[in-house]
């Protein structure tokens, strides 16, 4: 009976001391190790970091030695060899370590410190793929259908269970490569997923499938995804320093006209809503002749590129825009008629005197500044660019005012005053300042004029 007390006081105290091992620092070394109830070390301080030991069945510690993360057990005993270059992965190691799974199972990406490449370990640090890889990631998915993604080449591939390559190295980054490995995983829609890769050496991209095989040869500058899911039937592709649009068979959607890659995306957007092709139009320059016209969303000219500056139609499906004919603006309408003449020095200018047409307004109501380039004088013209006011004045402003109280401070003979609509002087020029003109034209737009 005095014998098995012992055994259970024995056992009581050796629960005791392993419940009491407390992650400590030792203050001279600045090492990390374990200290029991009494305060003495129980696993002597050699980490250079390490956690509080935590499991259920089988206890164990995360700690960094020699600069790498392995695991210890509650004996201080390395069970998790230190090979791993973040805490995270000795973690993962770990927990395979505490639930008493089968070393080599599961696989961990490993760096071998000597030949600077990657290759694959079991949680005890034992090589089971050969160090091999630029770069190589965690293992994905469930037995028997698990991938890693591994770098050779400059590109990203997978790899299977075996360490087989099942996905040939063509993608620009592992987490594409990881796309198409779960797209192997599920195997489906094998003939409809899509994925932009690019060419190692000549830089140039096509379109492969989830094993990586070539569906569209490398030959584009650039390609986009086939959305967030790469089983859109469009995308965007770049040839010639142009953008326009591609399907998953490298059939032209749209001619590669595009500045952009967003500007050949809208034009995707309209022909898949459905919109008439005669209904939208984006302003675009022909890099040859560095000239403007516009576009419809297949890519072909509606307006040929035959003026220096084009601006865009209201939402792109407006009834006018502005065009820019040698220094000077005009409005345009959406068959590529002008408006107005070019005379305007802005586009804004031209701009509302299209707004002034769009809205059926009578020519004369409303005038703009405009600046004769023979008499270097002033005047105001209608929003056909007619002169309404000719050209004797040395300055002239904007119209203010609605109806008949509007009103424009004007210059003459080196004063400033402020003109009716008709031309005549309702305010004399007699004031050194355009502003104090304009504020006894607003005085008299004030007035009863009856």
């Known amino acids: 009976m005095r014998r098995y007390f012992?055994?259970?006081s024995i056992l009581a105290t050796t629960v005791i001391s392993l419940s009491a091992q407390t992650l400590a620092e030792d203050r001279e070394s600045r090492l990390f190790g374990f200290k029991n109830s009494k305060g003495g070390w129980c696993i002597e301080p050699r980490?250079?970091?390490?956690?509080?030991?935590h499991g259920e069945k089988r206890l164990y510690s995360v700690v960094?030695?020699?600069?790498?993360?392995g695991c210890i057990d509650d004996r201080g005993n390395m069970v998790v060899r230190n090979i791993f270059p973040s805490q995270e992965e000795a973690e993962l190691a770990g927990s395979q370590w505490q639930g008493a799974g089968e070393p080599g199972k599961w696989l961990y990406p490993a760096l071998n410190p000597t030949t600077h490449r990657w290759g694959y370990v079991n949680y005890y640090g034992e090589w089971k793929f050969p160090a091999e890889y630029q770069d190589a990631g965690f293992f994905l998915g469930e037995e028997p259908l698990s991938f890693a993604a591994i770098k050779t080449d400059e590109r990203w591939g997978c790899i299977d269970a075996k360490g087989?390559?099942?996905?040939?190295?063509?993608f620009d980054s592992r987490e594409d490569a990881e796309a198409a490995g779960l797209q192997w995983i599920s195997g489906l829609n094998y003939e409809t997923w899509r994925m932009p890769a690019s060419n190692a050496k000549t830089g140039q991209y096509g379109v492969v499938n989830y094993l990586g095989r070539w569906m569209l040869p490398a030959t584009y500058e650039n390609i986009g995804h086939f959305g967030k899911d790469n089983?859109?039937?469009y995308t965007q592709a770049k040839i010639d320093g142009r953008w326009g649009n591609i399907d998953r068979n490298g059939n032209i959607i749209s001619k590669f006209v595009f500045s952009t890659c967003e500007e050949a995306a809208a034009a995707l957007s309209q022909m898949e809503h459905g919109r008439r092709i005669?209904?939208?139009?984006?302003?675009?320059?022909?890099?040859?002749?560095?000239?403007?016209?516009?576009?419809?969303?297949?890519?072909e000219w509606v307006i040929q590129p035959v003026y220096q500056g084009a601006t865009h139609f209201a939402n792109d499906t407006g009834d006018f825009a502005t065009v820019k004919v040698g220094r000077f603006w005009a409005a345009i309408d959406n068959d590529g008629y002008l408006i107005s003449q070019p005379v305007f020095p802005l586009s804004e200018n031209a701009w509302a005197a299209g707004s002034?047409?769009?809205?059926h307004a009578k020519a004369g109501e409303w005038l703009f500044p405009v600046m004769d380039t023979i008499t270097r004088q002033w005047g105001y013209v209608n929003y056909k660019g007619q002169w309404a006011i000719r050209p004797t004045l040395e300055g002239a402003l904007q119209f203010g005012g609605s109806?008949?109280?509007?009103?424009?401070?004007?210059?003459?003979?080196?004063?400033?005053?402020?003109m009716d609509h008709t031309g005549r002087f309702v305010v004399p020029y007699i004031y050194n300042t355009s502003a104090d003109a304009y504020e006894q034209g607003r005085r008299w737009a004030g007035r009863p004029k009856f």
């Open 231 to 233: 089983f859109h039937a």
């Open 403 to 418: 109806g008949h109280d509007r009103f424009a401070p004007a210059k003459r003979e080196g004063k400033w005053g402020c």
């Open 47 to 53: 980490f250079q970091r390490a956690t509080p030991f």
């Open 164 to 170: 087989i390559l099942i996905i040939n190295n063509v």
């Open 356 to 359: 002034e047409w769009d809205q």
């Open 278 to 299: 005669s209904d939208w139009r984006l302003p675009m320059d022909n890099p040859d002749l560095k000239t403007w016209g516009w576009v419809n969303y297949e890519g």
């Open 64 to 69: 960094k030695y020699d600069g790498s993360w």
């Open 6 to 8: 012992i055994l259970l």
